[in-house]
């Protein structure tokens, strides 16, 4: 996530932080825009409207917070702030679940289904954005993210004066993850193994890949449990019609937080996750289609805090669907 030195000259409202866009420097065949209103209306043409309303409110400001009017020239690499207005989202109807609270963190039990961040279609409806609306949190950050469809642990900070301290420990590695996840049973896989590879996700492009290359993602996979495949769990279509192979619990490790990369790395052991839409094949699923959340838990997230220098433990009071409730193994991992 990218850091500011200086907090931007809007303040966050109804739970969104405002938008920045730095003024290019036209190409010889366009011509320079007089003004920085006549700039945003050549950019967001649809929206010429609303761009008129907020500036004529002193809603568009410069990088020092001076607010733009229609007369303010237009100068190369300077900086705009402005709010978007967010996109009419349905609710979803999925609730995070908080854990734990105190004046620096806030931990919260995301559910399957809700991003972490307001990006493309979520916005609002975001886990970020709910909890600063609902908890009155402006400043509330998360230290780390999970994808829309994992559910389980993240951690925020609440305060901007204390995000940086929590953040870098992402940066050195001492935010230590664990996961549990449903997927086949490859009798012929021997466990516990250390995945390595190198991933990469390119803009615009669902699924990440891996690549040849130095390794940049490491994840540690160990089986915890096995059943016979139950009869309520659908079968994935790339299950030999002959063969029913048992139904796996993972405990998965991960040392790095590349993108999708615990996804890609159990099909790449040949053991996808149940409910993946993505790996190993690419399927067509409706945003409010529900029926098969991916089988993949952040269960517990531990770090050592680097003002009180205790250590921290945080774990996930969620369940995954495909591994029955009654089920239990011999280290009390449901």
């Known amino acids: 996530m990218p850091r500011r030195r200086t907090p931007p000259p809007l303040p966050v409202r109804a739970g969104l932080n405002p938008t920045r866009l730095r003024l290019p420097v036209p190409s010889s065949s366009d011509p320079t825009p007089a003004t920085v209103l006549a700039y945003l209306v050549g950019r967001f043409p649809d929206d010429e409207a609303r761009l008129r309303e907020k500036v004529a409110a002193g809603e568009v400001v410069l990088e020092d ?3 733009v009017d229609a007369a303010t020239s237009y100068r190369p690499h300077d900086t705009v702030w402005l709010y978007r207005d967010p996109p009419a989202e349905p609710e979803l109807p999925f609730r995070a679940e908080v854990l734990y609270r105190d004046d620096n963190l806030l931990v919260v039990d995301k559910p399957h289904f809700v991003a972490t961040l307001p990006r493309g279609a979520y916005v609002a409806r975001s886990l970020l954005v709910q909890l600063r609306r609902e908890l009155d949190l402006p400043e509330l950050s998360p230290i780390h993210r ?6 389980g642990v993240v951690v925020f900070t609440v305060r901007r004066e204390v ?17 549990l996840a449903v997927a086949p049973v ?6 516990p193994v250390v995945v390595r590879s190198r991933i990469v996700k390119e803009r615009g492009v669902l699924r990440a890949a891996e690549v040849p290359g130095e390794p940049n993602a490491e994840s540690r996979v160990s089986l915890v449990a096995s059943r016979p495949w139950p009869d309520d769990v659908a079968r994935p279509p790339w299950a030999p019609a002959d063969v029913a192979p048992d139904l796996g619990l993972y405990r998965l490790e991960p040392r790095t937080g590349r993108t ?3 996804r890609l790395h159990l099909a790449r052991l040949g053991v996808p996750i149940l409910g993946d839409p993505f790996y190993p094949e690419l399927r067509d699923v409706a945003e409010d289609d529900w029926s098969d959340p991916l089988q993949l838990l952040a269960r517990a997230v531990a770090f050592t805090d680097p003002f009180t220098r205790e250590l921290r433990t945080f774990e996930s009071r969620r369940r995954l669907a495909a591994w029955p409730r009654d089920a239990e193994c011999e ?3 449901p």
């Open 65 to 67: 917070g001076t607010p």
């Open 146 to 151: 999970l994808d829309r469809v994992t559910a």
């Open 163 to 179: 995000r940086g301290a929590y953040q870098q420990l992402l940066d050195r590695r001492g935010l230590d993850k664990e996961y």
């Open 260 to 262: 999708h990369q615990l």
């Open 186 to 191: 490859r009798p012929d896989l021997r466990l």
């Open 331 to 333: 280290d009390g991992t």
